[in-house]
């Protein structure tokens, strides 16, 4: 016991006295020799009848003009646009009645959501372990993906993940229940 004490204020002893007081060195050398001025913020007042919108400096431009303001909401109508892609018990291979699913979403992909890039989200039902099914989900992703580079969809805009069992969007207990949770669902990103 007395040797274990003596153990530990020795080291509680080196422990302390190996602390510097010294002052990190730093780099005072910055690659950034100036910063640049940001340029203030202009508010926009839209009028009651909404067909035209009055900015600070009091010019006006029509409410079409701002249409592409909310790029979320273009982004959130373009997933809805894009088909979840569905597969067979314990399978990574696209099915057949899947083909034009796979050739719409490419089709969207290339076009109106072409300033965007896709996540692709693996997803399994509940059987299975969880690293099988984690597994799984990110080989059903990387079919998707192989699928959507085939349509010419840039490879570099496309990032997979797999959920594996834990995002389902079915919990009953039925057949039906779990072919909806083995997918493909599409997220865009800016």
Known sequence: ?????????????LVLTGCSSKEPAVD?????????KVAPVQSETVSSDESSVM????????????ASV???????????????????????????DMQ?????????????AIKFSVKLEGNCDEWGSDEYNF???????NSVKKSLVAQGVNTNRITMVSFGESNPTCTEKTKDCWAKNRRVDFK???
């Open 28 to 36: 005072t050398s910055s690659q950034y020799e100036s910063v640049e």
């Open 70 to 96: 909310s790029s979320s909401d273009s982004m959130s109508s373009l997933e809805n646009d894009l088909s979840t892609i569905y597969f067979d018990f314990d399978k990574f291979n696209i099915r057949e």
């Open 188 to 190: 865009l990103l800016p």
């Open 135 to 141: 597994a799984l989900g990110l080989k059903r992703a």
């Open 1 to 13: 016991m007395k040797s274990i004490v003596i153990s530990s204020v020795v080291i509680a002893l």
């Open 55 to 66: 900015s600070e400096d009091g010019s006006r431009a029509s409410a079409s003009d701002y």
């Open 100 to 112: 034009n699913n796979i050739a719409n979403d490419a089709s969207i992909v290339n076009g109106a």
